[in-house]
């Protein structure tokens, strides 16, 4: 028996270390050539380390979170045969060149424990909680071994009412699934509801400590830098979309069947391609290091995308040449490719100026970042009928708010005040979008 030796490899674009993000084996697992041994990630995407060898996975070269510089070693394997008598690095996997660094638009709420409630969420609901005697019938983690799971599980079991910390794991690396939830909630579902009562208002002192890795820590990072270099200045206006609307669902209703349905987006989209017409400086990148401000005729519209991993901004190529049906379809096949894991690394990068919205959720008004090296970012928030006075009457009308930033060392309050007013113009009075 031998050993072979793995190398973090070069990864090219003169990149020096990575960061590891994630182990897909442990110590003893049998692995087979070309299994994924481990994810890293650099400044823009993250790859996959391949096993070029079967054999016994004998010690790891790093813990997850931590930076690697290129020609470390990552693995040993124990393998038939002499094995290496010295390191070998092994070429790496793009993952697809999906999972980008992604440019970040909003502040995202901070790393917080998985049991605490994402905004909107209904309370968790305690008839699954478990209950001493439950619990002591489960498989319960060793003291400082964190759980395993996806965002999108961790959610669902706080709503479910389950510790994490209880469920036993059957995915790769112990990583807790859906399927483990459902089977671990048929198991204490009795138990935990004949302590209902008692479990509502139930003592709680559990902790938690998240590290901050991955895209998580690229997004930390690149909010960091936005905020340190850009002096925002942020611009709120009451637009009245009721016309808008109502064309809207006029298209829907006439062309949706045959053509596709379409959002509010696809309208702003249109008119903030007719607005930076008049107004370039905000369609713009500002390289500050070299004091040089690049404008564009081209519209390439970032269209900030809230995914399982965080938030990501693939990127609207030529917007200034689709009708609002192409915009539609642009929209959503960009968006999910970006929540598949799908997005290339050239559908994420090469933006000129950014939309984002939070739907439902999007409050008043916002603060929006400004997505690095852009110079301005237009905020969109939700829409609300309110009484309003029209021609001396109060009428109901439909209002929405735009919230948009702007680097000030590059668009003056003015400027922006006014690219927004047109903004304005046209979302309210909406033929005005298809006159040239």
């Given amino acids: 028996m031998g050993v072979h030796i793995i190398k973090m490899p070069d990864i090219g674009e003169g990149i020096a270390e990575v960061e590891l993000v994630a182990w897909h084996v442990k110590v003893g697992d049998l692995v087979a050539e070309d299994q994924i041994l481990a994810d890293v990630m650099t400044d823009k995407a993250t790859v996959e380390i391949p096993s070029p060898v079967a054999g016994k996975v004998l010690a790891l070269g790093g813990t997850v979170g931590q930076v690697m510089a290129v020609g470390s070693e990552v693995i040993q394997i124990e393998v038939e045969g002499a094995g290496t008598?010295?390191?070998?690095?092994?070429?790496?996997?793009?993952?697809?060149?999906?999972?980008?660094?992604?440019?970040?638009?909003?502040?995202?709420?901070?790393?917080?424990?998985?049991?605490?409630?994402?905004?909107?969420?209904?309370?968790?609901?305690?008839?699954?909680r478990e209950t001493a005697a439950a619990a002591a019938t489960v498989h319960a983690r060793a003291s400082g071994e964190k759980p395993i799971a996806s965002p999108a599980v961790r959610r669902r079991a706080w709503d479910l009412g389950i510790e994490l910390q209880f469920v036993p794991g059957t995915g790769m690396a112990g990583r807790i699934t859906q399927q483990d939830l459902d089977a671990y909630a048929s198991r204490v579902g009795q138990a935990a509801g004949a302590a209902q009562a008692d479990q509502r208002y139930a003592q709680r002192s559990a902790e938690e400590v998240i590290p901050v890795i991955g895209l998580r820590r690229k997004i930390a990072q690149k909010m960091?830098?936005?905020k340190r270099r850009i002096p925002h200045f942020t611009y709120v206006e009451e637009i009245d979309v009721t016309e808008l609307e109502a064309l809207r669902a006029r298209l829907n209703t006439q062309y949706g069947a045959q053509r596709g349905r379409l959002t509010m987006l696809p309208f702003l989209v249109r008119a903030v391609v007719l607005a930076v017409r008049e107004f370039p400086q905000v369609n713009a990148r500002y390289d500050d290091d070299a004091a040089v401000v690049t404008r564009f005729?081209?519209?390439?519209?970032?269209?900030?995308?809230?995914?399982?991993?965080?938030?990501?901004?693939?990127?609207?190529?030529h917007a200034e040449t689709r009708d609002l049906w192409a915009c539609a379809a642009e929209v959503l096949r960009l968006s999910e490719a970006a929540r598949s894991g799908k997005a290339t690394r050239e559908e994420l990068t090469g933006s000129t100026i950014t939309i984002t919205s939070l739907g439902a959720l999007g409050g008043i008004v916002s603060t929006p970042v400004i997505n690095h090296p852009e110079v301005a970012i237009v905020g969109v928030n939700r829409m609300v009928e309110r009484p309003m006075i029209r021609n001396g009457a109060v009428v109901a009308r439909l209002m929405m708010n735009l919230s948009s930033s702007f680097d000030h060392r590059v668009v003056d309050g003015m400027h922006g005040a006014e690219f927004v007013q047109l903004l304005r113009g046209y979302l309210e009075c909406p033929a005005t979008l298809f006159v040239e």
């Fill in 85 to 128: 008598p010295t390191a070998k690095a092994v070429a790496a996997v793009p993952a697809n060149a999906t999972k980008a660094a992604a440019p970040i638009v909003m502040p995202e709420p901070a790393m917080a424990p998985a049991k605490t409630a994402a905004p909107g969420a209904t309370a968790p609901k305690p008839a699954l």
């Fill in 224 to 226: 960091q830098e936005a």
């Fill in 297 to 317: 005729d081209a519209v390439h519209l970032g269209i900030a995308t809230q995914t399982g991993g965080g938030l990501m901004v693939p990127v609207m190529r």
